[in-house]
């Protein structure tokens, strides 16, 4: 009788070693759920939905004309403007002294060129009034010699280069002098008005990547558009055939609990992304009035009717 129990033990030992074993052996070989396979569902009512971000319509990023120190910075990341609003400038003191070094040189090239053209009409003058004296004698004149003279003498005068300073080859350099320097005092206006960002559009300031101090010039603010605000989302290729432009959409955002925002469907990528061999689809959801407290960049789940 105890060699029948102690046979029954060591048989029921044995099987749990074996069930254990199965457990543990199964359990560590069951593949992981990819993420994408949470990204975009398809809900029970036909519906197809996806997780995205939220941003501006447009966004622009901003620059000075020129490289100098920030003198003045208005605005921070989160402040409304309006267009035309100043929002940065720089110290303006070598920028304007640009602008008087430009109009001195082309004042300076003015006055060559005012010199140039005086020098040549001089030189002009006294060969075409002797022309005009000779004229009369030359009509009389039996002999082709002595009328074909005064003509020829004067035209290489008044054409050809004579002496520094003169005659039109000086005219036409001097003239280039004038464009140049006509064309500097523009570029140095537009970099004197560049030292001030203004706000192109109304919007919204997003990021602020300067202070009182810096030395900058690019890229320093950006600016959305927030009138118009959009979801971007990514739809499996499998579900993206269910989204069409103009289609209606619903939006829930995070601590709003199951508060929906009605949306539309405004633009469906033509072209897929693959990430790790799932093909996905970027699409635009533009919220049909935009959720007060909205912000740039947060989650948003999208519900779109398959």
Do not use: H
Not at 96 to 119: F, G, H, P, R, Y
Not at 251 to 268: I, M
């Amino acid at each position: 009788m105890r060699s029948n129990v102690r046979w029954i033990v060591l048989a029921a030992v044995v099987v749990g070693a074996i069930v254990v074993s199965g457990v543990a052996f199964w359990g560590g070989s069951e593949p992981a759920p990819t993420p994408a396979a949470k990204k975009v569902e398809r809900v029970a009512n036909g519906s197809v939905t996806a997780k995205g971000t939220v941003q501006p319509v447009a966004s622009r990023s901003l620059s000075f004309a020129i490289s100098g120190t920030v003198s003045e910075l208005k605005v921070k990341a989160g402040d409304s403007v309006a267009v035309g609003q100043v929002l940065a400038r720089l110290d303006t003191a070598a920028a304007k002294e640009a602008v008087t070094d430009a109009e001195t040189a082309l004042s300076e090239a003015a006055d060559a060129l005012a010199e140039a053209t005086a020098a040549a009409t001089a030189t002009c003058a006294p060969v075409q009034a002797a022309g005009a004296q000779s004229a009369p004698s030359a009509a009389p004149s039996a002999s082709p010699r002595a009328s074909a003279s005064p003509r020829a003498s004067t035209a290489p005068s008044c054409s050809s280069t004579s002496g520094r300073g003169g005659g039109a080859d000086a005219i036409f350099t001097a003239q280039q002098q004038v464009n140049n320097a006509t064309a500097a005092v523009s570029r140095a206006e537009r970099n004197l008005a560049g030292t001030t960002i203004t706000a192109p559009v109304t919007g919204k300031v997003l990021t602020v990547t300067i202070k009182v101090g810096d030395t900058a010039r690019s890229n320093v603010i950006t600016l959305g558009v927030v009138s118009t605000m959009l979801v971007k989302a990514s739809f499996s290729e499998s579900d993206v055939v269910a989204v069409s432009v103009g289609q209606t959409a619903s939006v829930t955002l995070p601590g709003t609990g199951s508060k929906t925002y009605a949306a539309t469907v405004s633009q469906v990528a033509e072209v897929g992304t693959v990430t790790n061999r799932l093909v996905t689809y970027e699409v635009l959801i533009a919220f049909d009035q935009v959720p007060e407290g909205l912000l740039v960049g947060q989650s948003a789940n999208v519900t779109v009717p398959a």
